[in-house]
């Protein structure tokens, strides 16, 4: 399936307020490709008077993808789901300008929805280079008395301070929306990140410029429990385990420790008591620093 669309300026004179919308819409388990064959519009910083806006669904709440102006054409764009959500609009557009999309129909390269109690995320062309120009969103749902921990094993993206140009984004939910857990744009390794329910959003972008080998994180779920986890912000405090009975199976608690910048945290053991393996592979508590 493919086709285009244009919105053009008359030939001569002005007009004035024009606002228009369009929606394309796919089957499921398919994506949408778009390429700009032609695309002439008022060039200005944030696109104020003059702009076509896409979002990545079927309706302005869903994540934007871009707003753009001006005279060079925007890179090709995929979306991540079946439906793509266009808004152009125009204070006075003068003759000789507009745009041409051009859309297709494929298979998607990466994305998806995971409903195991463990399993992991690639970006695409994994272990090699990903591709430039890519939104690739994963969805990850288990059962409702379950939470998901996140592990990045590799994880090697563009780095911007800003993470404005390729990065990986984890949310505490199945949302755009929802809670950000993380948004990494690094070569250095990240900490585990762990959901505060049984839902996720996975959010992999890449733009047209530098491309990296990418990332390969695992995820696994843990049962819920009030006890286990949390996040600390207080000077100093006392994080425990119940060591009075036995373990939970494939219990995971992750713990966070954040003071102002500049400042150091000292952590102490006063007691701990656990199975003896090699190389912990069973049983263990880990201490990371994220810089």
């Keep these: 399936m493919e086709g285009s669309f244009s919105y053009m300026s008359p030939d001569v004179g002005y007009v004035h307020d024009v606002s228009c919308f369009w929606v394309i819409r ?162 250095l390794s990240a900490p585990p990140l762990q959901t505060t329910g049984p839902f996720a959003r996975v959010h992999f972008h890449s733009d047209s410029q530098i491309n990296d080998q990418g990332f390969h994180i695992t995820y696994l779920t843990s049962p819920s429990d009030l006890h286990c986890g949390g996040n600390y912000t207080d000077p100093e405090g006392l994080l425990s385990a119940d060591l009075s009975g036995p373990f939970m199976h494939n219990r995971q608690c992750i713990y966070t420790i954040k003071q102002p910048l500049g400042e150091k945290i000292q952590v102490n053991f006063t007691h701990m008591e656990l199975e003896s393996q090699s190389g912990c592979s069973l049983n263990y508590i880990e201490v990371t620093s994220a810089t």
């Design 26 to 187: 796919t089957e499921e388990g398919k994506v949408l490709r778009m390429t700009f064959t032609f695309f002439q519009l008022e060039s200005a910083n944030n696109c104020p008077h003059e702009f076509l806006q896409i979002h990545d669904g079927d309706s302005s709440a869903a994540f934007q993808l871009g707003r753009f102006c001006g005279s060079s054409p925007p890179d090709e764009l995929l979306s991540s789901d079946n439906a793509l959500y266009f808004h152009f609009y125009s204070e006075h557009l003068r003759n000789e300008r507009g745009f041409t999309i051009r859309w297709e129909t494929q298979s998607p390269e990466c994305g998806g929805t995971l409903t195991g109690t463990y399993g992991s995320i690639k970006s695409p062309g994994y272990p090699g280079k990903y591709p430039p120009g890519r939104d690739c969103v994963w969805r990850v749902i288990t059962s409702p008395d379950l939470l998901i921990t996140f592990t990045f094993g590799t994880l090697s993206l563009e780095h911007h301070d800003d993470c404005s140009k390729d990065y990986l984004e984890i949310r505490d939910g199945p949302l755009h929306q929802d809670p950000l857990l993380g948004k990494l744009c690094t070569t």
